[in-house]
T-cell receptor
């Protein structure tokens, strides 16, 4: 199993641009989530999904959209990038309560 | 503010010594988990302790949970250079049990 994969690994955007961070898992987990990690802030939950077609907001959802059309994929869309969205983004899937994290996407917004 | 807060924020010890990290939280939990993050990598699950458990072991890891004090500790015995990483506690709160709330982490450095 590849586990949880994320693309791209690095991305630089200009303010106002939009983009989609890709996340896929091959473990058939129903629950998936997106976090952002900022220095000194730990991980903060952006959005999560408990199954295909079902998504909900986490702690810091503003400026981000998600969809879950399949069990495997959970893309995160930045609608209009802002410098405050400079961060490292982690996708995770979950079995019972144990979360499996992807390697992360380092995003810089200038 | 964060549900889980780790203490200390940074810890530096000699190889072979034991490392203890603490986590405090605010609301009632279903379970508490510890994760490790190596520099530039994703988090890796280490151990889960349920709210009705007081202590759990996994290899060189020992986790305790005191629900009356809303605190947990992670002990790594006989530390190795490869244990150098950041360690995070995460709480699965009872309300909205689908979510894990992470603390800010403890940066552990093992000196050879």
């Amino acid at each position: 199993n590849a586990g949880v994969t994320q693309t791209p690994k690095f991305q630089v955007l200009k303010t106002g641009q939009s983009m989609t961070l890709q996340c896929a898992q091959d473990m058939n987990h129903e629950y998936m989530s997106w976090y952002r990690q900022d220095p000194g802030m730990g991980l903060r939950l952006i959005h999560y999904s408990v199954g295909a077609g079902i998504t909900d907001q986490g702690e810091v959802p503003n400026g981000y959209n998600v969809s879950r059309s399949t069990t495997e994929d959970f893309p995160l869309r930045l609608l209009s990038a802002a410098p405050s969205q400079t961060s490292v983004y982690f996708c995770a899937s979950r079995e019972n309560y144990e979360q499996y994290f992807g390697p992360g996407t380092r995003l810089t917004v200038t | 503010s964060q549900q889980g807060e780790e203490d200390p924020q940074a810890l530096s010890i000699q190889e072979g010594e034991n490392a203890t990290m603490n986590c405090s939280y605010k609301t009632s939990i279903n379970n508490l988990q510890w994760y490790r993050q190596n520099s530039g990598r994703g988090l890796v699950h280490l151990i889960l302790i349920r709210s009705n458990e007081r202590e759990k072991h996994s290899g060189r890891l020992r986790v305790t949970l005191d629900t009356s004090k809303k605190s947990s500790s992670l002990l790594i015995t006989a530390s190795r250079a490869a244990d150098t990483a950041s360690y995070f506690c995460a709480t699965a709160i009872i309300q909205g049990a689908q979510k894990l709330v992470f603390g800010q982490g403890t940066r552990l450095t093992i000196n050879p």
